[in-house]
């Protein structure tokens, strides 16, 4: 396994446990929703605890064989990371259901090219249903933007 895999999976852990600390620094609020203010980033929390234990399992599965980090990859990250920015810019303006259809539409095109049909599919179900989770089941009110309902 490289040493850089290593380190790399460890800082992911460390920043979901410092993420996880923030998270119970948040004060209850005893007015607020069903859920509360710690729900969502508890899960996210959770969620780049695990991704950082993914990570670990898979250098260890790849073994000593390095993988090359050439132009190509590194621009596809900056690429990514820029695209997150600018869904984290419009979030509030276009709202949850509009942001996240578009910001994952086109992550997917850059991910599975030419599966337009498939794409759009998963982004509009996905976005509803994760909507519908939130603002109907669990009563935490996302940003409603442009379609203000």
Known sequence: MLKG????????????IAYLWG???IREIAIGGPVG???????LGVALLIGAGLLLLETLARGDRPEKLDLPALLSIAGTLAWLVC??????????????TIFL???????HPRHWVAN??????FSAGSYALFDKVLGA????GLLSF
């Open 5 to 16: 895999d290593r380190i790399f999976a460890g800082c992911m852990a460390l920043l979901a």
């Open 23 to 25: 998270t119970f620094q």
């Open 37 to 43: 203010p710690r729900a969502f980033p508890m899960m």
């Open 87 to 100: 869904y984290i810019a419009v979030f509030e303006w276009l709202g949850y259901l509009i942001a996240t």
């Open 105 to 111: 539409t086109v992550l997917m095109a850059f991910l």
């Open 120 to 125: 759009i599919m998963l982004a509009v179900l």
């Open 141 to 144: 009110k996302l940003a409603t």
